[in-house]
């Protein structure tokens, strides 16, 4: 069981990457997966989520109309685009899976708590 994170790196302010959040040995239609984010000296914050209970995605204030979070069942995948890049942005990103039991959509996505099973993170930064 395990998620793997990729797509990080360095990028001017004002453009674009897109994460990805592979997992393995389990399939993606049983958990929500939330993006998060950990500035140095920061508490890691959660940046967006989407659950495969109902399809419904989240996204952190600082975020919202930026970044946006899809995913592809077929290739067990979760990304995120994330475009207008700030400096702010910079973070190690985490992709995390939090199990939907019995169909129920994640409360509190935002909460790491939530989330069993974390991948290994990827650095994003943003910088001229």
């Known amino acids: 069981v395990q998620l793997q994170a990729s797509g990080g790196g360095l990028v001017q302010p004002g453009g674009s990457l897109r994460l990805s959040c592979a997992a393995s040995?389990?399939?993606?239609?049983?958990?929500?997966i939330g993006w998060f984010r950990q500035a140095p000296g920061k508490e890691r914050e959660g940046v967006s989520c989407?659950?495969?209970?109902?399809?419904?995605?989240f996204y952190a204030d600082s975020v919202k109309g930026r970044f946006t979070i899809s995913k592809d069942n077929s290739e067990n995948t979760v990304y995120l685009q994330m475009s207008s890049l700030k400096p702010e942005d910079t973070a190690v990103y985490f992709c995390?899976?939090?199990?939907?039991?019995?169909?129920?959509?994640?409360?509190?996505?935002?909460?790491?708590?939530?989330?069993?099973?974390w991948g290994q993170g990827t650095q994003v930064t943003v910088s001229s």
């Open positions: 989407i659950s495969s209970a109902d399809g419904s995605t």
């Open positions: 040995g389990f399939s993606l239609n049983y958990y929500a």
């Open positions: 995390a899976a939090a199990p939907e039991i019995l169909g129920r959509r994640v409360t509190t996505w935002y909460n790491p708590e939530k989330y069993t099973t």
